[in-house]
């Protein structure tokens, strides 16, 4: 009699633990309620999409038919001289409104060598629109819509910074042409610096469908703030495979702040110093936890980072207290900081951590006197610039604060049939030193039988002989 009692007690014990786990899918499998079913992301939509339009760009190209040279030809086929055929090439993008009185961001490839631009609002209306400012190294411009007599919707701007993976975000933006369209999803990654787009890496990875069309349109959070642009997919199929990034929200205020002050150029703070990434040789050879960080190469006389008492060999690990894991996370930190007052770095120097107050002032800039060479030369077609340490910043170059710099190169041109690049530096034309633009075009200016050209790329010289 005294064994059934423990028995029964494990007994009922048994049947109420069956009881809650049956209970409990019960409640898994339930029956939705009518307020759970009106769960929407429709109040975010109907507050944004008014704000995000569709961009519209056109250029005229002139389609060239090598016959129509040839004077045999024209004789028989009754082609007139020339025989040039235009075309016009047409592209779609998206853009957001983040001014009241319409200024639109969008990315540059949307309007990239555009003749007419023009917007269409949510609402079907359409505008001719300017472009205001071009920033290539952050792939992002500023349009103004013309005869504007109203105020139109804008997006708020978010901290990109205050950004976590997880977060839930929706796109929109004019997919394939087929209208404004709305796709959700999360924050997938932060900081993706190895997307090779633009200068500044340092993406916001998100598995919310973006397709072609979608670029220059809006990312935002669940506020309805804009937390990034969209740019670009990762697709081996040209379609969204959920592989997505936006430029943060913080870049897009910088060029639009730009844009606002009413300058042509996107200014940011420069350092006066060039980089290298930090390897796992380098961090092992240098006491290091972990490759990681920013180190610094070289130091320009004169600048921030010599005032700052910052040498070469140092690493730069973070910026106003927000890390630093590489070369491209630094020059996002660093950019995004506004002009004027300082910024404080964390360094690492000899195994031993230092703190230094930067100014955060623009790089030096002289005249660009940008000119493009027409005379028969191996530099037809080329549109050149004098040198500055604020253009040798904007492109990049190592080393190259003076001298002459290819900027744009004609298609077609004889100047692009050579491989001339953007970014080559022009140091010498039949044994002329060329220091300024002007030298260059009196130096082509008569033409030669033999041209001996020497140029500087990616820091390394390169001599030729032209015959021609």
């Known amino acids: ?217 809006a990312l935002v959070d669940l506020t309805g703030r804009l937390v990034g642009i969209n740019t670009a997919i990762f697709s081996r199929s040209g379609g969204s495979q959920g592989v997505g990034f936006a430029i943060p929200a913080n870049m897009v205020r910088v060029v639009v702040a730009s844009a606002k002050g009413g300058g042509n150029a996107v200014m940011r703070p420069w350092l006066g110093a060039k980089f290298q990434p930090v390897t796992a040789d380098i961090a092992d050879s240098m006491g290091l936890k972990r490759p990681a960080g920013a180190l610094i190469a070289s130091v320009t006389p004169g600048g921030p980072a010599a005032h700052a008492g910052l040498k070469a060999g140092d690493v730069i690990v973070s910026v106003d207290a927000q890390a630093v894991d590489d070369v491209n996370a630094f020059d996002y930190r660093f950019a995004t900081k506004p002009l004027g007052g300082t910024a404080a770095l964390g360094a690492l120097r000899e195994g031993r951590e230092l703190s230094v107050k930067v100014a955060l002032q623009s790089a030096p800039a002289t005249p660009r006197d940008e000119i493009t060479i027409r005379s028969r030369s191996p530099f037809s077609g080329a549109k050149v610039a004098n040198l500055s340490p604020a253009l040798a910043d904007e492109l990049q170059l190592q080393n190259a604060d003076e001298g002459v710099v290819i900027l744009d190169v004609d298609s077609g041109s004889y100047a692009s049939n050579l491989n001339f690049q953007r970014g080559d530096v022009i140091v010498s034309v039949n044994g002329e030193h060329i220091a300024k633009t002007r030298d260059l075009e009196q130096a082509t200016s008569t033409p030669n039988r033999s041209w001996r050209i020497l140029i500087r790329r990616g820091g390394q010289q390169i001599s030729a002989v032209i015959n021609g």
């Open 1 to 217: 009699m005294h064994l059934k009692r423990p028995l029964t007690a494990a007994l009922l014990v048994a049947i109420a633990l069956t009881a809650s786990v049956q209970n409990a899918r019960a409640q898994e499998r339930r029956v939705p309620t009518a307020a759970e079913l009106r769960l929407s992301y429709s109040p975010v939509v109907q507050r944004v999409a008014p704000a995000v339009v569709n961009v519209y760009a056109a250029k005229v190209v002139q389609n060239r038919q090598p016959l129509f040279d040839d004077p045999i030809f024209r004789r028989f086929f009754g082609v007139p001289g020339g025989g040039d055929r235009q075309q016009v090439q047409r592209s779609l993008g998206s853009g957001v409104i983040v001014d009241a009185s319409g200024l639109v961001v969008t990315n540059v490839h949307v309007i990239e060598g555009a003749d007419e631009v023009k917007v269409s609002l949510a609402d079907k209306r359409e505008f001719e629109a300017e472009i205001v400012l071009k920033d290539k190294r952050s792939d992002l411009a500023v349009l103004r819509i013309k005869d504007a007599h109203e105020r139109f919707p804008t997006l708020e701007f978010a901290n990109s910074d205050a950004l976590e993976v997880g977060d839930i975000v929706l796109a929109i933006g004019n997919p394939f042409g087929v209208g404004q369209t709305v796709t959700h999803g999360i924050v997938s990654a932060l900081a993706r610096t190895q997307v090779g787009i633009t200068d500044y890496q340092f993406f916001i990875q998100t598995d919310a469908a973006i397709n072609p069309g979608n670029s220059g349109g």
